[in-house]
């Protein structure tokens, strides 16, 4: 039971209600499965099923890259838009069920290679839900779920041209299948209206961007959605890399900027590193890796910027302060080669190299994992595409090289179709769309980079990556140490059993009264002390492991009394050198 409820909470325990999934793999022992897509390094395109709304075996997203991606409460896996070659962009809802391994389509057109992609959606009213609501197609924009497990969607590359910008905001309902155009235009390319820091406006609007995306974290609490970053437009219709940080509250439909400049490619300000201050900032960025760790604190690492390098800097916001933290990681964009060390052991001095366009989630322990990307791998100067996977601890602040490749180019490895192995791993990749389900395993479709050549494009093969499961213990051995009579107040009493193979722990009870003992142990062995009115029992042990607790070994104690002494012998007595004398005690 103990190991249960250590589950529940690991998956449960966010900044809000709401549901998030947390990774069950922490450490190498976990596999890799293809569970469908192509292995080759030419894609198929999308499969529509005859009709929405239903699971079928041959239907199938697909090709695409930078879809928006969430996990329900049930623990579906959903995806909203992407792109297709040369800025071809969807906005069909797709819905995948890890039960019975089918995807269905939700809501959406068919866009087809004959008539094209880029569908300009259908607006409705503002703030009015619809079945016939569509949003323009779009990929790579910043999106959010809330505490009701709704979608929320802005900005990000739009339909109407691989140059073009949204600053549109959206909300889905998948218990409804509903979309609501919320707030903004869609007319693309738009400059942002920041009005005052601080203040809400009916009239704020964050300016176009996406193409590379912004970083977005949640107020659950307190029903507020944030941007960072991105690429598009601050207040002036000059493109570049923005540092702005603004919130938004779902209640009132109204954006405040909170944060950073409206100017565009600021350098930020470092500070002092581990220590946050009101003056810290990141310098401007976008496609930068971030997690939401279960206090709310937002975690970014690497990026893209202005001067054509990659971030290897790793940074904190905590939302309860509205202060930023240099936390790790270099100051300077300059293509940085990563420090690897040795797989699955962490160290203060590795880090990952630079880079764009990593996934990411969290882990049932709270430590941040990071995959591929676009950038620098362990050595030379060429910028490619990684299969490289990192966990960083936030406690130790160290980072763990963990899985893949340190070398530049990592080439898939596919095994056969739903069959886990060790050898299996997924090519390089950019992009990707992802997920943890509800048994914490992380999946990821698609995406820009290698299949099971070096050669780069866009693909469609799906994954997953389970932990592997231990069995559970088997009955401990008999006792090999074990005093099966007491005396009352008998202290430090040793009992032990064999090793038992797999366990990761013990656990211990006493039926009897008044002795201590530890209740867990993670040796095999216990020390008990009896009080003087202790009483006799059954002392029971079981090996415990992330499968669940094994069977009981007992053995029996029996407490005796300590016994009562009458002397017939009474008074004092004197004894000379040479004599002796006789003590008689019954008792």
């Excluded at 695409?64 to 040369?86: E, P």
């Excluded at 630079?354 to 591929?372: A, E, F, P, Q």
Aim: charged residues 10%; aromatic residues 12%; neutral net charge.
């Amino acid at each position: 039971m103990k190991k249960l409820l250590l589950v529940i909470f690991g998956l449960m325990v966010v900044c809000s209600p709401w549901y998030t999934s947390h990774g069950q793999v922490t450490d190498t022992n976990a596999l890799w499965t293809w569970m469908g897509g192509p292995n080759t390094a030419t894609s198929p395109f999308v499969s529509y099923p005859p009709s929405r709304g239903t699971p079928t075996a041959s239907a199938y997203p697909g090709t695409r890259v930078d879809a928006i991606t969430w996990t329900d409460t049930a623990g579906k896996l959903w995806l909203f838009g992407g792109y297709y070659n040369n800025g071809n962009q969807f906005n069909d809802v797709w819905m995948y069920d890890p039960d019975i391994e089918m995807w269905t389509w939700m809501h959406g057109p068919t866009p087809t290679p004959t008539n094209g992609f880029n569908n300009a959606g259908t607006l409705g009213t503002q703030g009015v839900p619809d079945p016939a609501n569509v949003p323009p197609a779009r990929s790579r924009g910043a999106y959010w779920v809330d505490s009701a497990g709704k979608l929320w969607v802005f900005g990000g590359r739009g339909y109407t041209g691989t140059a073009n910008r949204l600053a549109d905001l959206w909300k889905y309902d998948p218990a409804t299948n509903m979309w609501t155009w919320m707030k903004g235009t869609t007319t693309a390319n738009q400059v942002g209206n920041y009005g005052t820091k601080g203040v809400p406006l009916a009239t704020n609007q964050p300016g176009s961007r996406g193409y590379p995306d912004p970083t977005c974290w949640v107020d659950h609490a307190a029903g507020k959605l944030y941007m960072f970053s991105g690429y598009g437009y601050a207040k002036t219709t000059t493109l570049g890399y923005v540092d702005d940080l603004w919130e938004y509250d779902m209640s009132t439909n109204m954006w405040t900027w909170i944060g950073g400049s409206d100017l565009l490619n600021e350098t930020g300000n470092y500070g002092t590193i581990g220590v946050a201050a009101s003056g810290n900032l990141p310098p401007a960025r976008a496609n930068n890796a971030y997690w939401q760790d279960d206090a709310g604190n937002a975690w970014i690492f690497g990026g893209q910027s202005t001067a054509g390098g990659y971030f290897c800097d790793l940074w904190k916001y905590e939302l309860a302060t509205g202060l930023w933290t240099w936390v790790k990681g270099s100051s300077v964009a300059v293509n940085t080669n990563g420090v690897y060390g040795s797989r699955g052991i962490p160290n203060g001095a590795n880090f990952p190299g630079s880079r764009t366009g990593s996934t990411t989630w969290v882990d049932i322990h709270g430590k941040l994992w990071l995959y591929g990307g676009y950038g620098m791998s362990g050595t030379g100067a060429t910028l490619s595409r990684m299969n490289d996977m990192w966990r960083y601890d936030p406690v130790t602040n160290e980072w763990t090289w963990m899985y893949g490749s340190s070398a530049a180019t990592g080439v898939a490895v596919f095994g056969t179709l739903k069959v886990p192995a060790p050898g299996n791993i997924p090519g390089g990749k950019t992009e990707l769309g992802k997920w943890v389900d509800g048994e914490g395993n992380f999946w990821m479709l698609g995406g820009q980079g290698q299949a099971n050549t070096a050669t780069s494009g866009v693909r469609g093969d799906f994954w997953r990556l389970a932990p592997i499961t231990p069995p559970v213990p088997v009955q401990p051995g008999l006792y090999t140490t074990a005093k099966p009579g007491i005396c009352g107040a008998e202290s430090n009493v040793t009992y032990t059993i064999p090793a038992v193979a797999g366990a990761t722990g013990y656990e211990w009870a006493y039926t009897g009264t008044n002795v201590t003992y530890t209740t867990s142990t993670t040796a095999p062995t216990n020390s008990l002390s009896f009080a003087a009115n202790a009483t006799g029992g059954v002392l029971r042990v079981r090996g415990v492991n992330g499968a669940g607790n094994g069977p009981w070994r007992d053995t029996t104690i029996t407490v005796n009394p300590l016994p009562t002494v009458t002397s017939t012998n009474t008074g004092n007595r004197s004894v000379c050198s040479g004599d002796s004398l006789l003590l008689t005690a019954s008792g």
